[in-house]
């Protein structure tokens, strides 16, 4: 019987949508059209990157090399630089997203550099995030500047300099491409708004849901009939933007059907966890005005602390505090990894983890501050 009254409102909300269809187109462009714009506006010094650093030389010009790192660190706080003595090890830890880059010193650095020869620093560095990548090969051919006179690539190199050979250690990821995670989750929350707590609202500003009142619904029925089509609505609406933004980049999923299937999943995951959020905070609310007008507060704090288009290192201590307790964040992080680098689910195990947990809590608190009264 739950069953069926649950699915009698579900239908209903969702009918309700197809009546007005540019809900859902709006869904999925508006969030490509607005990140675009904010992206490409947004500039600024990146600090606190972290980098591990792997000095296998320890030759007067390794350490002048290294001190350049830790002055970029405790001066303009460029980077935070760790020590680490396997290289192997290194790697693996940025391709698991400890580490935005490892720097390796060779052994033979030092002996080069005073013999007069080419003397090549390593540096792996993540180049999903490519504005973090640009600026640590800045950040390198800055330090490598102060031991000898010129920085020259691999492609032209010359006697008596220092070569930095930066590699990346997954495919290339270019900008447009680099911003469908971020588009992916502003689809979600946008969706969250218009097609859950908002339709709800609506609904109590013109009167239908006193019918509900005489009818044998209870508030789980109600709830959960709205809920249900909420996700139903924003999940497709994800979805289509996953694979609208990978046709218009010319993109693909590392990973094949597996990594298909997790990217669902988290789409589908965060789409219940917002929207319970949502109802939570603005499910008594009695104007849709308002809805509209905390919805744009809501977007920004979550947003754009999430890592979508600005490293999360790079915040302020208070505000990288936050986006450790935002779930878009952890959506945006197991998006980028699985559809970016390949990543299995051990790799975003941590970030789905906190997912779910942030939607059981804000389903519970959905559920206890809905009311089936006036």
Same mark, same amino acid.
């Given at each position: 019987?739950?069953?069926?009254?649950?699915?009698?409102?579900?239908?209903?909300?969702?009918?309700?949508?197809?009546?007005?269809?540019?809900?859902?187109?709006?869904?999925?462009?508006?969030?490509?059209?607005?990140?675009?714009?904010?992206?490409?506006?947004?500039?600024?010094?990146?600090?606190?990157?972290?980098?591990?650093?792997?000095?296998?030389?320890?030759?007067?010009?390794?350490?002048?090399?290294?001190?350049?790192?830790?002055?970029?660190?405790?001066?303009?706080?460029?980077?935070?630089?760790?020590?680490?003595?396997?290289?192997?090890?290194?790697?693996?830890?940025?391709?698991?997203?400890?580490?935005?880059?490892?720097?390796?010193?060779?052994?033979?650095?030092?002996?080069?550099?005073?013999?007069?020869?080419?003397?090549?620093?390593?540096?792996?560095?993540?180049?999903?995030?490519?504005?973090?990548?640009?600026?640590?090969?800045?950040?390198?051919?800055?330090?490598?500047?102060?031991?000898?006179?010129?920085?020259?690539?691999?492609?032209?190199?010359?006697?008596?300099?220092? /070569?930095?050979?930066?590699?990346?250690?997954?495919?290339?990821?270019?900008?447009?491409?680099?911003?469908?995670?971020?588009?992916?989750?502003?689809?979600?929350?946008?969706?969250?708004?218009? /097609?859950?707590?908002?339709?709800?609202?609506?609904?109590?500003?013109?009167?239908?849901?006193?019918?509900?009142?005489?009818?044998?619904?209870?508030?789980?029925?109600?709830?959960?009939?709205?809920?249900?089509?909420?996700?139903?609505?924003?999940?497709?609406?994800?979805?289509?933007?996953?694979?609208?933004?990978?046709?218009?980049?010319?993109?693909?999923?590392?990973?094949?059907?597996?990594?298909?299937?997790?990217?669902?999943?988290?789409?589908?995951?965060?789409?219940?966890?917002?929207?319970?959020?949502?109802?939570?905070?603005?499910?008594?609310?009695?104007?849709?005005?308002?809805?509209?007008?905390?919805?744009?507060?809501?977007?920004?704090?979550?947003?754009?602390?999430?890592?979508?288009?600005?490293?999360?290192?790079?915040?302020?201590?208070?505000?990288?505090?936050?986006?450790?307790?935002?779930?878009?964040?952890?959506?945006?992080?197991?998006?980028?990894?699985?559809?970016?680098?390949?990543?299995?689910?051990?790799?975003?195990?941590?970030?789905?983890?906190?997912?779910?947990?942030?939607?059981?809590?804000?389903?519970?608190?959905?559920?206890?501050?809905?009311?089936?009264?006036?």
């Amino acid at each position: 019987m739950f069953g069926l009254k649950f699915l009698a409102i579900m239908r209903r909300d969702l009918k309700k949508l197809t009546r007005n269809p540019i809900t859902l187109v709006s869904v999925i462009l508006m969030p490509i059209v607005y990140l675009v714009i904010i992206g490409n506006s947004f500039q600024g010094q990146l600090k606190h990157l972290p980098i591990v650093v792997v000095e296998q030389d320890h030759g007067l010009y390794a350490r002048r090399i290294v001190e350049q790192l830790l002055a970029l660190q405790a001066g303009p706080k460029t980077v935070d630089v760790t020590f680490e003595t396997d290289p192997g090890r290194a790697v693996d830890e940025v391709r698991d997203g400890l580490f935005k880059g490892v720097v390796v010193i060779p052994p033979d650095f030092s002996h080069d550099v005073a013999e007069g020869r080419i003397a090549q620093i390593g540096l792996f560095t993540d180049n999903v995030d490519s504005i973090s990548s640009q600026t640590l090969e800045g950040v390198l051919d800055q330090a490598a500047a102060t031991v000898k006179v010129a920085y020259v690539t691999a492609r032209e190199p010359k006697l008596n300099d220092i /070569s930095l050979r930066p590699s990346w250690l997954f495919p290339y990821v270019d900008y447009d491409r680099s911003l469908i995670p971020g588009v992916i989750v502003m689809a979600i929350f946008m969706g969250s708004l218009m /097609s859950g707590v908002f339709n709800w609202v609506m609904d109590k500003f013109m009167g239908v849901t006193e019918c509900y009142l005489v009818t044998p619904l209870s508030r789980w029925d109600i709830a959960g009939g709205i809920l249900a089509s909420g996700v139903t609505v924003t999940s497709i609406g994800g979805i289509l933007v996953l694979f609208l933004g990978l046709m218009i980049t010319r993109g693909r999923i590392l990973g094949g059907p597996m990594a298909l299937l997790m990217l669902i999943g988290i789409i589908i995951i965060s789409a219940t966890g917002l929207l319970a959020m949502t109802f939570s905070m603005l499910g008594r609310a009695g104007h849709p005005r308002l809805v509209g007008t905390f919805s744009g507060f809501l977007n920004v704090i979550l947003f754009f602390p999430s890592g979508a288009i600005y490293p999360v290192e790079s915040f302020p201590p208070w505000l990288r505090a936050f986006a450790h307790f935002n779930p878009e964040t952890h959506s945006v992080s197991a998006i980028k990894q699985i559809l970016f680098k390949g990543a299995d689910f051990t790799a975003v195990s941590g970030d789905i983890a906190f997912l779910l947990v942030f939607m059981v809590l804000m389903l519970v608190l959905a559920s206890v501050s809905f009311k089936r009264t006036l």
